[in-house]
């Protein structure tokens, strides 16, 4: 019994893959150690295309374990294996902390989960968004109103005086 134990202990630490299964498919994908969550969502995403039951994408992978707070892993997070009973799976946003722990767990879930995506493209937009003639216009309109307020405020002070006198309120 012992010798069994210490076999698959050494089986467990031999291997140099992750894997990531999904509950609803029964579908398990293996990656190489030190995979980034990034890359294994992607490879997820586009297995899944193919699948009937893949209406929604998969958004983070997370490391569920009965009885424990999950563990969610970030885009840019190594998959690591925790251990025995420790299981990697996909999850979508919709996905809920229903695996019999208390209400507060709930909390740990953030409300908003980015998608894994290559972002060259998004940032290129981004920069040509903002020099539209809309921006460069709002940008015109500011200076415009602020040199129209300071004209405003140097006539006040230049005439501050004479108002004062004016209503002999000079000292």
Same mark, same amino acid.
């Given at each position: ?25 029964g579908?398990?994908w ?9 890359? #294994?969502?992607k490879?997820i995403?586009?297995s @899944?295309?193919?699948?009937?039951? +893949?209406?929604? *994408?998969?958004?983070?992978i997370e ?5 424990e707070v999950?563990?969610?892993?970030g885009p ?13 799976q ?7 902390f ?17 998608? #894994?995506s ?5 940032e @290129?937009?981004?920069s040509?968004? +903002?020099?539209? *003639? ?10 415009i109103?602020?040199?129209?307020i300071g ?5 006040f002070?230049?005439n ?7 209503y002999?309120?000079?000292?």
């Amino acid at each position: 019994m012992a010798e069994q134990k210490e076999e698959t202990k050494v089986n467990q630490k031999s291997h140099s893959f992750v894997e990531v299964i999904c509950k609803s498919t029964g579908k398990t994908w293996r990656f190489a150690a030190g995979t980034e969550a990034k890359f #294994a969502l992607k490879f997820i995403n586009a297995s @899944r295309i193919d699948s009937i039951v +893949a209406n929604t *994408p998969v958004t983070y992978i997370e490391a569920v374990k009965d009885g424990e707070v999950p563990v969610i892993f970030g885009p840019n997070s190594i998959l690591v294996n925790y251990g025995e009973g420790w299981k990697l799976q996909p999850a979508t946003e919709t996905t809920s902390f229903s695996r019999g722990m208390p209400d507060d767990y709930a909390a740990v879930r953030p409300a908003y989960v980015p998608q #894994a995506s290559d972002n060259s493209h998004s940032e @290129r937009r981004k920069s040509q968004a +903002a020099l539209s *003639p809309i921006y460069i216009g709002k940008i015109l309109l500011v200076f415009i109103l602020m040199f129209l307020i300071g004209a405003v405020f140097t006539l006040f002070l230049d005439n501050l005086p004479q108002l004062l006198s004016r209503y002999g309120l000079d000292h």
